[in-house]
């Protein structure tokens, strides 16, 4: 089994919102992403866990906050977004071997429009 | 940091045609990833290539991690009307997590 879940699927929020998107896997992957992704753009990386630990966070700004609750779980907490922010929103996972990471399983992403 | 291109940009080709598609980097990787992506959806794992020279297939797509570890292709036999999506290529190293993506394929297939 090589899925990853994400939830909602789609989410539409005003710029002075909070709200959380979801990713949760069972594959025993010990590392988990975030990515942003634009139309007819790849994926940007945005976060990276590693054993639950933020081990990388590629300039994110602040209004972007990523928790890693347990190994299966991975939220990102979203405040005072922009509408540029809309996007499609990626969680991926990966197993640690050895301490570095193997290849990425993808969800199927939360379609985020900010108005 | 790396950067990897990713050629054609986009292939307009009719059913029963044979696809190439190509990714090159300045950089050598340790694993080459092939993903494909539809409308509203997540990337999917196509195939996985971890050694130089490697050749993998999986049913009509065959993929190669070039000697030289700073290229890859992916060739899709006998087209059809759902591999209609875009292609993208992927490339990390073990000792980085981070994963550097090429700007992606779109293929259409006519029927």
């Known amino acids: 089994d090589t899925e990853v879940t994400q939830t909602p699927k789609h989410l539409v929020m005003g710029m002075t919102n909070k709200k959380s998107l979801k990713c949760e896997q069972h594959m025993g992957h010990r590392a988990m992403y975030w990515y942003k992704q634009k139309a007819k753009k790849p994926p940007e990386l945005m976060f990276v866990?590693?054993?639950?630990?933020?081990?990388i966070n590629e300039s994110v700004p602040s209004r972007f906050s990523p928790e890693c609750p347990n190994s299966s779980l991975l939220n990102l907490h979203l405040h005072a977004l922009q509408p540029e922010d809309s996007a499609l929103y990626l969680c991926?996972?990966?197993?640690?071997?050895?301490?570095?990471?193997?290849?990425?399983?993808f969800g199927p992403g939360t379609r985020l429009t900010v108005l | 940091g790396q950067q990897l291109n990713q050629s054609p940009q986009s292939m307009f080709i009719q059913e029963g045609e044979d696809v190439s598609m190509n990714c090159t980097s300045s950089s050598i990787f340790n694993t080459w990833l092939w993903y494909k992506q539809e409308p509203g959806e997540g990337p999917v794992l196509l195939i996985a290539l971890y050694k130089a020279g490697e050749l993998t297939s999986n049913g009509r797509l065959t993929a190669q991690f070039g000697i030289t570890r700073k290229d890859s292709f992916l060739n899709i036999s006998a087209s059809i009307p759902s591999d209609v999506g875009i292609y993208f290529c992927a490339g990390f190293l073990y000792n980085n997590n981070d994963m550097r993506f090429g700007a992606g394929t779109r293929l259409t297939v006519k029927p």
């Open positions: 866990y590693s054993y639950e630990k933020l081990s």
């Open positions: 991926a996972s990966s197993q640690v071997n050895l301490g570095f990471t193997d290849t990425q399983y």
